[in-house]
């Protein structure tokens, strides 16, 4: 019986050692999972033309094209039989109250109360080039000729989709965190303001921004990685004021990256992290090298020529997407976000702010050039190239995340939970304590913008004679201002030293230009707390914020609490009121301090509310949910002219080729870009979401087929798409192909889809493609 006892032993302990050799040798991280976890992502691209871009607030950056799709991606933790969690991270330039309000009235009717708006966050990464006209107060819709339906649709509609998607890859799993820093992917705008913080605060800091990405990745028990979020610190405005087409700007191109870099990863062998690199990730399609000689390619080329347009279905764009063809059927997609947090004062345009018409830094305490702001711009490591700025600066932060992913090894454990309230920041009461001890009551004010707003910054500078650290104002403007509202002296007094340009919190007609009632949100994953706040913060800022709330855990005497507390803002979530500086960065007024909109005390009433929300749940305190906002949909109101039909010269066909490949083209890789042009119609006619205006397509010469390689996801494919007059019923396609290094040598075609509206409403799609051209 001994005998036979040792021999089970030693069979179990070969049996376990043969396992743990397994787990090691997979490169894939397991644990004892606690938590259900599901991703999701849904395409949100919106309106590609006619429909001017939220956030540099220029009415002549209207969208005309598509540098690379935007995304909705969601990520849900679960308790088993408990709790859970929704973060939404939005390709977009901040969320919206309205989306969020439908996106819930939607997720009820689906669950019921699943997932409402206290346990779903949804947070913008911040890119201002991506449509706007979805928000619900006015004075974020004046430049978009009011509300576009089409842009409020694509949001909800894809917030909804990937929460589904979600929602049904719920599966036993695992969720690491990983901090680390990236140094040189931001730099302070405003550094003028920051220097007016307290000495002895800003030496606890060794930089002026935050250079800590926090990154979780999200392991399933049976598929292993499926993906992974992370928090960074800097502007979406490597893409300047004057770019037209739609892109998710830095962050956006780091998702892209990171997404394609686990597919080729995943396609090309069975996935172990041992193997992970920083290389730049290339099309998975473009593995296998052809060997015919050039001659060979150059003639069987030379029996392509372009097709011209003809009818086609809505789902081509999408059957021939890249991207669905890459996926495996059989698992969930890998999906990564890059969020943002306070990014305030962070502009990605590390090289600094220069003179246009000098070279020359422009002034440190204004940003002017001449006394006058418009002259003085960022530049980005790519200058004077955006694409290439945006390039680099979303490959900065990709690196960072996979050098974060492959090492994460702190597991999250414990409590899902969270807290949400509205609070009326219009008329706030906050209670500050002074270094004596003493207590003082002060309120926050009804929103107001500042002389200095209209100013802009050096990533996109504004117009006229406004200057940013302006406290004074000047009479013209004032006269210009009192047309609209002429601020009383309590709301001049509650504001002060900013002087007011634009009183929105009191200006309501036709409805209301600004928000009063806000939403604060904590969402809790294990030792994990994401503060979800309605605008940017300030770096100094958004260190206070988190000092505070991580104090206000720690002191709570709770044991779960004891370890290491790890706190993120997510920025610009659940809605948007502009701007969060400190105190003392108010009194400078620059541009952020001009853009708090409710007054000096704003930030001191954040804190006070989040540590009131922390309190209540570390100790399983129920919250009053405060005032409802209100929902102002039904007063919106739009002055885009609608698409009221689409036309091509007698005898030609939408899709046709006007300007096509010259004949026994040959280009080569890394170096040649190829362009082409097509008779088009609106793309507003149709989004062709989770599809594709344009593409690159490689023959496959065994059977003379067809394979799409690229598409107007893809940052070496742009498509662009103009009128020749501005009420012209006529249009063009522009596909640009700059051919990277990655491309495999081959005959390969230029693809376009659109739809076309008859005069009387109806749609018909269509495609057309070029004459073949040889790549080596």
């Known amino acids: 019986m001994r005998n036979f006892t040792m021999m089970m032993e030693l069979s179990l302990i070969r049996l376990w050692s043969t396992c743990l050799l397994f787990l090691l040798t997979s490169g894939v991280v397991y644990s004892n999972s606690e938590y259900l976890i599901g991703l999701g992502s849904y395409d949100i691209t919106g309106p590609a033309a006619d429909v001017n871009m939220m956030g540099y607030a220029n009415m002549e950056q209207v969208a005309s094209g598509i540098h690379f799709r935007l995304r909705a991606r969601t990520f849900i933790v679960s308790e088993p039989q408990g709790n859970r969690v929704v973060f939404v991270n939005l390709d977009a330039c901040m969320a919206s109250q309205i989306v969020k309000l439908k996106v819930i009235e939607r997720l009820k009717a689906r669950y019921g109360d699943l997932y409402t708006e206290k346990n779903v966050g949804i947070s913008g990464i911040h890119t201002h080039a991506g449509p706007g006209g979805y928000l619900q107060y006015v004075v974020y819709i004046v430049t978009s000729l009011g509300f576009v339906r089409q842009s409020f649709d694509a949001l909800v509609d894809g917030i909804e989709n990937s929460i589904i998607q979600a929602h049904e890859n719920l599966r036993p799993g695992s969720v690491f965190i990983n901090n680390g820093e990236l140094l040189d992917a931001g730099v302070n705008r405003s550094p003028s303001a920051y220097l007016n ?24 028990d049976q598929w292993g990685s499926v993906g992974s979020f992370n928090w960074f610190a800097t502007h979406g405005t490597s893409m300047s004021r004057t770019n037209s087409l739609i892109s998710g700007d830095n962050k956006g191109t780091a998702a892209r990256l990171m997404e394609d870099w686990f597919e080729q990863n995943t396609a090309e062998r069975s996935y172990s992290e041992e193997f992970i690199s920083d290389e730049i990730p290339r099309r998975v399609s473009s593995i296998i090298e052809n060997q015919d000689s050039h001659d060979e390619l150059l003639e069987l080329a030379s029996f392509f020529e372009s097709q011209p347009g003809r009818p086609a279905t809505r789902i081509s764009s999408s059957a021939r997407r890249v991207r669905s063809a890459l996926r495996k059927a059989d698992m969930p997609g890998f999906v990564s976000a890059f969020c943002q947090t306070n990014c305030g004062d962070v502009s990605p345009n590390v090289l600094g702010a220069f003179c246009l018409d000098t070279g020359l830094p422009c002034d440190f305490n204004h940003s002017t050039c001449g006394g ?54 219009s008329q706030l009461n906050v209670t500050l304590l002074k270094k004596d001890g003493i207590s003082e009551v002060v309120k926050t004010c009804p929103a107001a913008m500042g002389f200095a707003f209209a100013a802009g910054t050096t990533d996109g500078p504004g117009a006229f004679d406004f200057t940013q650290g302006d406290d004074k104002g000047n009479p013209f403007w004032r006269l210009v201002r009192n047309v609209l509202k002429k601020p009383d002296k309590k709301q001049s007094d509650c504001h002060y030293p900013k002087p007011v340009l634009l009183d929105t919190g009191e200006m309501k007609k036709p409805y209301d230009w600004a928000p009063s009632i806000l939403s604060l949100q904590i969402l809790r994953i294990g030792q994990l707390f994401i503060l979800s706040v309605p605008g940017e913060f300030t770096t100094m800022a958004g260190r206070r914020l988190r000092d505070a709330v991580k104090t206000q855990l720690k002191s709570s005497g709770n044991k779960e609490l004891s370890g290491e507390i790890h706190v993120v803002i997510a920025g610009l979530a659940n809605g948007y009121s502009q701007y969060v500086t400190t105190f003392e960065e108010y009194q400078v007024q620059r541009y952020e301090g001009a853009s708090t909109l409710y007054g000096p005390h704003t930030l001191s009433g954040y804190i006070q509310e989040f540590k009131k929300l922390s309190k209540s749940l570390v100790l399983d305190m129920p919250v009053e949910q405060g005032p409802q906002p209100p929902d102002l949909l039904d007063k919106q109101l739009s002055f885009l002219t609608p698409v009221m039909m689409d036309t091509t010269p ?127």
Not at 661 to 675: A, E, I
Not at 703 to 714: I, L
């Open 650 to 776: 007698d005898g030609d066909s939408f899709g046709d080729v006007i300007s096509d490949v010259p004949k026994n083209l040959s280009l080569k890789r890394g170096n040649d870009q190829v362009t082409v042009v097509f008779r088009s119609a609106c793309p507003r006619n149709d989004l062709l979401t989770e599809g594709t205006f344009a593409l690159v397509e490689r023959l496959e010469q065994k059977d003379k087929t067809w394979t799409p390689v690229y598409d107007d996801d893809d940052l070496c494919l742009r498509f662009k798409w103009s009128r020749p007059k501005k009420l012209s019923s006529r249009s063009h396609a522009t596909v640009e192909w700059r051919i990277p290094e990655s491309a495999s040598p081959g005959v390969y075609r230029i693809t376009h889809f659109g739809a076309a509206k008859k005069l009387f409403g109806s749609v018909h799609h269509f495609t057309g493609s070029s004459s073949a051209f040889v790549v080596t």
């Open 197 to 220: 913080n307290p000495s002895e605060e800003r030496s606890k800091h060794k930089y002026d921004v935050d250079k800590e990405m926090t990154l979780l990745k999200f392991v399933d």
């Open 372 to 425: 006058r702001n418009e002259m003085c711009y960022g530049r980005g490591p790519g200058y004077p190239d955006e694409f290439e700025s945006t390039r680099i600066i979303g490959e900065r932060q990709f690196k960072t995340a996979l050098d974060l992913f492959s090492k994460a090894s702190e597991q999250l454990q414990g409590k899902v939970d969270y807290r949400h309230i509205y609070v009326d920041f």
